[in-house]
Nanobody, 124 residues
């Protein structure tokens, strides 16, 4: 059984902050890398951030470096994305995902399980 559920999205003004959470019901959660992706209307799903199985290594897209931070709590089976200094261009549906073994962390095809997404809207 695999289930990923995102929460924490909403409407925020530019410059504001949000923290997204992803609750996992995956037996192998602590043994897999995780990632956040986002998809805006009319655009392809794009990489936001990834974190390895233990949480000691992380990667963030250039567009969010210095503003977003990915983290995880394996004991609680939770994945987080702290988003600060939000911009209108950050508006999208945000998805958490579990990386497949050997998958490329920056590509959607590198992940085998996905949540349903949570909407983030940033007003100017």
């Amino acid at each position: 059984q695999v289930q990923l559920v995102e929460s924490g999205g909403g409407l925020v003004q530019a410059g504001g902050s949000l923290r997204l959470s992803c609750a996992a019901s995956v037996r192998t959660f602590s043994s897999n890398g995780m990632g956040w992706f986002r998809q805006a209307i009319g655009k392809e799903r794009e990489f936001v951030a990834a974190i390895n199985w233990s949480g000691v290594a992380a990667d963030h897209a250039d567009s969010v470096k210095g503003r977003f931070t990915i983290s995880r709590d394996n004991a609680k089976k939770m994945l987080y994305l702290q988003m600060n200094s939000l911009k209108p261009e950050d508006t999208a549906v945000y998805y958490c995902a579990q990386r497949r073994p050997g998958g490329v962390s920056t590509m959607p095809r590198g992940y085998d399980y996905w949540g349903q997404g949570t909407q983030v809207t940033v007003s100017s």
